[in-house]
């Protein structure tokens, strides 16, 4: 008599979700950030935009390589030093990583590296008078993963503008 394991193999299913960049409110500036890094190059980027989609400011940096959330937050952090110098007063700020948004946000956990980083973003954020840090799929924040192929940025601008979603596909 033999006995054998009852076995039951699934195989994923695609789950696809539509992902939406969503304008500020009038007399907010939003900023979406990211950081990446390859085995020779690092870098981190940000884009401003107003109530309407239009670009105001656009940043990307080359750096020393460092680690990709080390670069994410460098991304939020100058992101917000440059709407502080554009005098804005309400800034929302979204970034693909939720590992730099929960860093900030939440002054427990923070590796000792990051901790002078992430307190003087909160020292900046504080000059505001309304500031939230968010986290958008990385779907939704293309723009801000592309600010260095300047050819293909307005285009993605209008794509955004015009309410056209992003797809979002993830194997379950």
């Known amino acids: 008599m033999q006995h ?16 939406f960049w969503v304008p500020p409110p009038v007399e907010w500036l939003k900023a979406n950030t990211d950081g990446s890094k390859s085995d020779d190059r690092a870098g981190y980027g940000f884009i401003l935009r107003d109530q309407f989609g239009h670009l105001v400011q656009a940043v990307a940096a080359c750096v020393e390589a460092k680690t990709i ?3 994410e937050l460098q991304a939020i952090g100058q992101s917000v030093k440059a709407a502080m ?19 900030v946000t939440r002054s427990d956990k923070v590796p000792w590296r990051a901790r002078r980083l992430c307190n003087s973003i909160r020292t900046n954020c504080r000059t505001f008078i309304e500031v939230k840090l968010t986290h958008i799929h990385r779907e939704g924040n293309a723009l801000a993963d592309m600010t260095h192929v300047w050819p293909e940025l307005q285009a993605l601008m209008d794509w955004d503008i015009s309410g056209s979603p992003f797809i979002r596909e993830k194997l379950r």
């Open 4 to 19: 054998g394991l009852d076995i039951i193999i699934s195989k994923p299913t695609l789950q696809i979700q539509e992902v």
């Open 85 to 103: 110098e554009l005098g804005v007063n309400h800034l929302r700020v979204e970034s693909d990583s939720n590992v730099a948004i929960h860093w």
């Open 69 to 71: 959330n080390f670069l």
